[in-house]
């Protein structure tokens, strides 16, 4: 099945400075990467997707990154604020038996300190 | 606003006992799924559902049920509750696109004693 390795695990950063979380995955069939940003004791919001026909995507702060050759896609966050302190999820879009679903890395645990 | 809600948000139960959590959702979504979180694994797919007569396992079922009564609810259930089963659950919905934006619910989260 699917595997989705997400680095680093925890991540601290002074505010200002960029922050930069890597994903890799294993079927390359995948054609949907989604990230989700879960700040604390909160649900699961989508920040910004990316599609495999596109190499890269910005969304003010935050960008994206796909490699389908390496199978690896990355989220850049510029001139980081305290309030992108939270825990950061990559996830692949997997198809089986007809049916696609998100799965989902271990998550980034992202610091911003003032 | 349309949104996902799931009840209890909180639950302390003992090991042996059976438990039901519950989601709605009022998005107007197909699609239903659960999920549990627990530190340093991330969000893991327990069971997934594409219509009312539609139900499948995901990557964690062993343990777990699930009941999708209507378009709008999604249930799940824990049939004999044991220890590490301990974890925030989350619901979440989606369209039917092929680009699979999920909308998750404020999760509850679950002790088993």
């Known amino acids: 099945g699917e595997n989705v390795e997400q680095h680093p695990s925890t991540l601290s950063v002074q505010e200002g400075d960029s922050a930069v979380i890597k994903c890799t995955y294993s079927?390359?069939?995948?054609?949907?990467f989604p990230w989700y940003k879960q700040e604390l004791g909160k649900r699961p919001q989508l920040i910004i997707d990316?599609?495999?026909?596109?190499g890269e995507k910005k969304d003010q702060r935050i960008a994206v990154t796909l490699n389908k050759t390496a199978k690896h896609f990355s989220l850049h966050i510029t001139e980081t604020q305290p309030e992108d302190s939270a825990v950061y999820f990559c996830a692949v879009q997997l198809f089986s038996g007809g049916y696609n679903k998100l799965i989902f890395g271990a998550g980034t645990r992202l610091a911003v300190h003032p | 606003d349309a949104d996902v809600t799931q009840t209890p948000r909180n639950r302390i139960t003992k090991t042996g006992k059976r438990i039901m959590l519950e989601c709605s959702q009022t998005k107007g979504h197909d699609r239903m799924y659960w999920y549990r979180q627990d530190p340093g694994l991330g969000l893991r797919l327990i069971y997934y559902s594409f219509d009312v007569k539609d139900i499948n396992k995901g990557e964690i079922s062993d343990g777990y049920s699930v009941s999708r009564q209507a378009q709008a609810k999604f249930s799940l259930s824990l049939e004999s509750a044991i220890p590490n089963q301990t974890a925030l659950y989350f619901c979440?919905?989606?369209?039917?696109?092929?680009?699979?934006?999920?909308?998750f619910g404020p999760g509850t989260r679950l002790t088993v004693l």
């Open positions: 990316i599609r495999s026909n596109v």
């Open positions: 079927d390359s069939a995948s054609n949907y």
């Open positions: 979440a919905t989606s369209s039917g696109s092929s680009y699979n934006e999920q909308f």
